[in-house]
């Protein structure tokens, strides 16, 4: 573990942020909710996963021991209706409901392929996992905290706040009258002893296709009750970091925390984190709206919500450039902001590499460029410590290219870097875009990425042609590049170009 850093996470829990101290140290236990597989992953879920397999990939940069966990959902996840989503997806798609879950499980393994995200260190699927479901509510029950009432066993939620005061409600922030007056009428709602409890063994009805034998009734587990029980069998009865979308905090991940108290007496995790929404143009993405957009729409371009496809290194990108906990608005300007950002970056790489060290009359000093490269690299990776700021990180490499381009451009002279200094240079630089980012060159970029690394090699030369006082230079390119149809136009936030 690297010690010299200090990490500290936003925990949904508490509201605030906090060292990050793992309960052994050097190991870290992470549990993630994963997908419902009865349709294609939308890009909600994308970003979420993307979030998480950065906040993974820097844990292990940090040189912990990562056993991150993250669940497939192929059975009891009800829609608002009362019907579940797996037996829901297997009418609409006329196939048998394994068949559903391995046609969209393939799908989302493939999405997170293409987004370049490394496989969990276990991903356990519900049905895989019914024994242990069963044992989590025999043991609920076993605490006073479950009963059954016609087959269904119920999580007892007034006597488990009566005994628990302020927990239940703590990790969404809401009221516990409030989540009572809230509470919607799904299915069997008269066999509750109250509205807000939830069921955590469902008794089967004639048309439930998904269904196992158990003490109660011939039936199925409520969703919630499958994550508790397999995050307890693979990182015990409390582990280090839960995380999912801001959209679990209620039902799911409250009524998490309900069970595990329930049934053992321990909080699940002592960290939780949750990622933001994506908007579209501005708005909450909603099918029933319009405003909706999917992963291959976007990488195609084929959708009235923007003008042109973007590959998946330029979304992930562009994922980057926010917060996991801000939202963040899918816009072509977004997108557009983001390509050319994701080829700087690249080519900021490149240009890097062909750097050697000055070492003929090097005399072991350091110089103002060296403490200024210094201080953008601890900038970095402090971003990465601060919560996972991303954005942050990402703004200290943009300012690391630009004296990358003035060394190359010999706009800075070589000597003023130490050759010590230029090889922790490229050391952070590939370890960042690669390793923590989790970005990739593409081999297909095209015409468009070539014109991009040479539109950017051109402007480099007109810049320092106008840092020279070469103005002829300067402007016989510009004129050069709008004869061929392609405007320069110098503004105050710097050079831009666009094709005519």
Known sequence: MNTERTLKLYNSLSGEKEVFQPLVPGLVGMYVCGPTVYSDVHLGN??????FDIIYRYLLNLHYKVRYVRNITDVGHLTDDGEDRMAKGSKVAQLEPMEVAQKYTV????????????????EPRATGHIPEQIDLVQAIMDRGYGYESNGSVYFDVLKFNAENPGKYGKL????????????RELKNQEEKK???????WMKARPQDIMVWKSPWSTGFPGWHLECSAMSTKYLGQTFDIHGGGNDLKFPHHENEVAQSEGSCGHAPANYWLHTNMLLLNGKKMSKSDGNTITPEQLFRGESEHIEKGYTPMVLRFFMLQAHYRSPLDITDHGLESAEKGFRRLMDNYKVLETLTPHTEDFDGSESATDRALLDLIEAAYSG?????????ALAALNEIGGYIH??????????????????????????????IFGLKEEADGGADSTVDGLMSLILDIRANARTQKDFGTSDKIRDALAEVGIAVKDGKEG????KG
């Open 46 to 51: 994308c970003r979420t996963f993307v979030s």
């Open 107 to 122: 799908g989302f393994h493939e999405m997170m392929r293409i987004f370049n995200t490394l496989p969990p260190s276990i």
């Open 172 to 183: 969404s922030g809401r009221i516990i009258d409030e989540l009572f007056t809230e509470t």
């Open 194 to 200: 109250h509205p807000a409890d939830f069921a955590i």
């Open 384 to 392: 990465m410590d601060d919560d996972f700021n991303t954005a942050v």
């Open 406 to 435: 003035k060394i190359a451009n010999k706009q800075l002279d070589a000597k003023e870097l130490a050759p010590w200094v230029l090889e922790r240079l490229k050391t952070v630089y590939y370890n960042f875009i690669f390793d």
């Open 495 to 498: 050079v831009s170009w666009a």
